[in-house]
């Protein structure tokens, strides 16, 4: 998905000050891949991807999947853009959900964690306690159905 925010009142802004020739660098801010409520701050700020940006996506997807809700919180009155703008130039990270085991919850924060540099990479994660148990009985599974078979 391709979201571009022509509407957005920044965009307006510069288009009031450029008219119809706008510089191309302006309007990369806002001109993003990938399906919004997924992305990591890189992501939207800087347009990276890679494996980090992937590992916050598995996160949104883990608290999809643990809590049947999306990460994304859009306040009354305001927009995806919005929310887009607070996770790629503030200093908001998606909720981690409450009622859930301690084990997930480090899971997730070690998934949000906003300098992609710092974030846990995918072999760090499956030695996490909240994947090492699930990861061990589903070998155990595969091994037991690959000897009855």
Request: aromatic share 8%.
């Amino acid at each position: 998905m391709r979201l571009q925010a022509i509407a957005s009142p920044l965009f307006r802004s510069i288009a009031d000050v450029y008219g119809p020739e706008i510089p191309s660098g302006l309007t990369d801010r806002w001109c993003l891949e990938g399906t919004p409520r997924y992305m990591s701050p890189e992501a939207i700020a800087e347009h990276k991807k890679g494996p980090a940006y992937d590992i916050w996506a598995l996160g949104c997807v883990v608290v999809e999947m643990l809590c049947e809700q999306s990460t994304i919180s859009i306040k009354p009155g305001k927009s995806l853009e919005d929310f887009l703008d607070r996770i790629g130039f503030g200093s908001e990270s998606p909720r981690i959900p409450v009622g859930i085991s301690r084990e997930a919850q480090d899971f997730l924060k070690r998934c949000f964690v906003r300098n992609s540099k710092s974030r846990w990479n995918a072999s760090t994660l499956l030695s996490h306690p909240f994947l090492k148990d699930h990861i061990q009985n589903a070998e155990e599974n595969m091994q037991y159905n690959m000897e009855s078979n």
